[in-house]
């Protein structure tokens, strides 16, 4: 497995990935609909613009990569809150690929990128309350629920997401 910086290049992999890994995960909760029909349009929407000259927010993305594509990806926004640090936005992992170690190796690489960048906030994220795959990831790896609201979703619903925080980014950052 290779991690890197993602390019332009990467914008359709990174998208096809994405809605891929919304399919899997978000099944019974955003619509069949959009999940079988508007998912990839509207993520390959979404990417396009991120790596496009215009976006004004700073952010990095870091891609896993296997011999046949992408197995993975991390995208992070730094400083984005005076209290929370660092916004971890999207962590995903092919679904062929879960349970290899992967979205925690993803994660220590944003760490080390954010640490390495003089970063001295944590990271936090959203994530959805009723996706408990993912959260029984992120709890296993020191996460802490500081918060929820409703959390409005491209199909038109809205669902309730969780604040989770990790603080400290050196204890993110495996060793070895």
Request: aromatic share 10%; with cysteine.
């Amino acid at each position: 497995m290779i991690f890197r910086d993602a390019t332009r290049k990467d914008v359709s992999a990174i998208a096809e990935l994405h809605a891929e890994s919304w399919r899997s995960a978000y099944r019974g909760i955003l619509s069949d609909d959009y999940l079988e029909n508007r998912v990839h349009v509207e993520r390959l929407s979404t990417w396009r613009v991120r790596f496009s000259e215009k976006t004004m927010k700073p952010m990095f993305v870091i891609v896993a990569e296997a011999e046949h594509g992408l197995a993975g990806f991390i995208c992070v926004f730094p400083e984005e809150s005076a209290v929370w640090g660092s916004f971890l936005d999207n962590l995903h992992v092919a679904p062929q690929f879960i349970g290899q170690g992967i979205g925690r190796q993803l994660v220590s690489e944003g760490a080390r990128t954010l640490v390495s960048c003089g970063s001295r906030g944590g990271l936090y994220f959203w994530v959805l309350e009723q996706n408990k795959k993912a959260r029984r990831f992120y709890e296993r790896a020191g996460a802490v629920t500081v918060g929820s609201a409703e959390n409005p979703m491209p199909d038109g619903r809205s669902v309730l997401a969780l604040r989770c925080h990790w603080p400290d980014l050196s204890r993110l950052v495996l060793k070895g």
